[in-house]
RNA sequence: GGGCGCGUAGCUCAGUUGGUUAGAGCGCCUGCUUCACACGCAGGAGGUCACAGGUUCGAGUCCUGUCGCGCCCACCA
């Protein structure tokens, strides 16, 4: 708000003026004192931060300050001028701006020579106190010692010999601001120069700057260009890009000033956090952000910690109005402990949030009371974030950490991606492309767009969230939805009683499911024995995969496994049973299992859609079975689960359905159409063809007759090295089959003239790992087979 | 100035330690209103993995350089 400055009225006022404004702006500061920690009082128009956290805040300064890790100094500050405070500098973000070089001639006392100085800010010129050239620059040896009289301000200044002045760049000649730049600070004070501010905390020039006093700051930069254009001392204006650093908050361009602030000690707390990372105490995932954070921490500079803000943790510090003595202490001192005056005053700046921000692994447990939770819950094993924060707050816990419990507050930081827009663009409130949840839950689900983000967060990558990938991940919300629907539309039917396997929260008590036998045939279904085999290595993947924070590659084996294995193969062979069964028998208590089993392992990428399904599956309050799928125990791989015999069974029905489904498409014919063929078997594919006659029919539209061992006739043929299938069909148009074939022989010979190379290049032979070379020996044959079956196949087309 | 990362199918991206004929989703093409699902089913097309070298028996994967893109840090007159 124009002219409120907090310094000028006082705090009391300035509180006052704060409330006002916040009576007419709504609930926005309610809403950020709530983030900030604080409870408010809204009828009172009061407000008081969390007890147990302030006074952790206190303890935590007061800790560090007697460490002497905390003090309060005279230093070049980035100050932002409309929210008049200072800021750190992780506060300050750097945009590149095109602004301009303004040279500029500083005639030199005694000689009638000019130095001509280069200057983006020709304002601060005003306070400048010296200019500087290079030792070692030959141009200048001989104006060493002299002085030059400041243009404007008419004031004799000294030619100071500085490293500053970089010969190579521009005229070799630097100006030199103590009280406005960094650098200039420096050489001040190793040439103890006088320390003129110019400029004010609201961004005004001061007094000090004589003519242009009470001037802005970027008016006072036009007048003084004015005016030495006039004097002719403006030797020329080039263009010249450069970054301006800006307030993060509001943007506004920072002034570096000199101020007294309280600041953090970094370099020995750095040094701690440093080793911590390194001795592995600490891991970051992906470990590669851990040279991100070393980077930031070998060139840590001190930490400016207060502000002049008006909400926030006081700073524990009293001032006596007496004697100017300065007090740390976690409670309110009553009299001065040098000179004995009673009414002190507390310190009116608050510190950044990111001070009480980085003691939230132990503030949050208790600390400083050594209460069992803190001595549970600290160290914990993982934090969660984005690479944005790893300095604001991740940093800061870890040194705050190790200082005030002497330990590191977590053992692993997972850094996720960014989430951008469809466009590649990081979302940002100030830009505006921010998703907001409550829009696209409606519209696509929950559990859609939690699964989108799950799939898009593969490590050290960002995460794109668009309608398209929300559109799929709600067809995948549907497809489970739907398989449920089927299920129960058929329990009804078959009037099957509800049912679950009891799934205690106990995980040592929670066996995996065994298929049962079927009590006519006595035994287990051939699609339950794969089921349950699959279920076991998809719960082996998806948790190998949570286990490495790899949950895109979870949510994939998730996907893969209940829509194309459960939904396509399972639920399409269970139809057969469910048209024959009725009552709850084994096939009905196989069923229900394998999809239970199936939600849980989705429910951590599926929560509600699990949930609300696994509700529905069993009666209410079945014994042994807890009150939500969250809490049944997360599948788990059993070697004894494993039925290699009956993948293998499955697979090669599959492949016959396949090859009877390629045919009929390569044929041109209508799905609806019955057709007949034979199947000519070659071990275990007779026994698994004739078993599942009646899948074959049903899912590939044919009615087979078996052959062991027999040679296929000529036409529609499809052969694998373990049967060959012909069709009987009407009109043959044989166009798209051969094209198939051919393309599988051009392929065919493409990788068998690759293994020969290779099985024939010495130098393989010799250096490879026999696994290799046996793995290449083994296939070569498989490809020989094959090419041998298509080649007779299209041999057969042509006649 | 310093650091990090990316460039793989039309689009958006996976591809863990170098070793089958490089994958997915969306889009596209063909055919299906098959009684869970057209937010679906079946089949299909589509990639000299940015470029140039190198290491290796073997490179999308490791190294070097080039080009293009992005991000972070910085006391860049």
Redesign the pocket.
Known sequence: EEGLDRRKMGREAFVERVWQWKRESGDTIKRQMVQLGASCDWSRERFTFDEGLSRAVREAFVRLYRKGLIYRGEYMVNWCPRCITAIS??E???E?SNGH?WHIQYPVNGTGRHLV?????PETMLGDTAVAVNEVDSRYFDLHGKTVQLPLMDRTIPIVLDD????????????VTPAH???DF?CGKRHKLARIKVIDETGHMTEAAGPYAGLDRFEARKRVVADLEKLGLLVKIEPYT??V?ECQRCKTVVEPLISKQWFVKMKPLAEKAIAAVESRRIEFVPE??S??YF??MY?I?DWCVSRQLWWGHRIPAWHCRNCEEVMVAAEAPLTCARCGAAGLEQDPDVLDTWFSAGLWPFSTMGWPDQTEDLAVYYPTTLLITG??II?FWVARMIVMGLECMGQVPFRQVYIH?LI?D?E?Q?MSKTKGNVVDPLVVTEKYGTDAVRLALVM?A?????I?L?Q??M??T??????IW??A??LF??MERSAVAPWVPSREIDEAAAEPYKPEADAETLTVPLEDRWIFSRLNACAEQANA?IA?Y?F??AA?VL??FF??EF??WY??LK?LRFQENSGLNAHWRNTLAAFETALRLLHPVMPFLTEELWQRMGPEGASGRPPSIALAPYPRYSHGASDLIAERQVNLLQEII?AA??L???M?L???LPLSGTLYARGAAYAVGTAQAEAIRRLANVKLEFVQDGAPPKGAVRSTHEFDLALEVPMAQTGAHRT?LE?EKE??D??IA??RR?LS?E??M????AK?VE??RH?LG??QA?LDKTEAALAGLAE
């Not at 100085?117 to 800010?121: E, N, Q």
């Not at 500053?164 to 100006?175: Q, S």
């Not at 593969?458 to 960002?462: E, I, K, Q």
């Not at 709600?474 to 497809?479: C, G, I, P, V, Y």
């Open positions: 500098d992780l300050v973000t750097h590149e070089l100085v280069a200057t983006t800010r500053l002045a970089d010969p190579e760049f521009g005229t070799g000649v630097v100006k730049d960094l650098n420096e450069m970054s650093g590669n952000w040279k991100t980077e930031w060139n500079r690479f944005d300095f991606g951008r469809a590649r990081k898009g593969a490590p050290g990558t960002d794109v668009s398209e990938r559109e799929s709600r067809a995948f919300a549907n497809k739907n398989a629907r089927f539309l058929n995969a490495q790899r895109h590659e994939q996907w893969q829509w194309h939904c396509d639920v399409e139809k396949g489904r390629d009929r498409a390569d041109k209508d799905p609806k198939r393309k392929q065919l493409k990788v690759n293994s290779q290049d130098a393989f010799s250096k490879a790992p290799v793995s290449i296939k498989d490809y094959q």
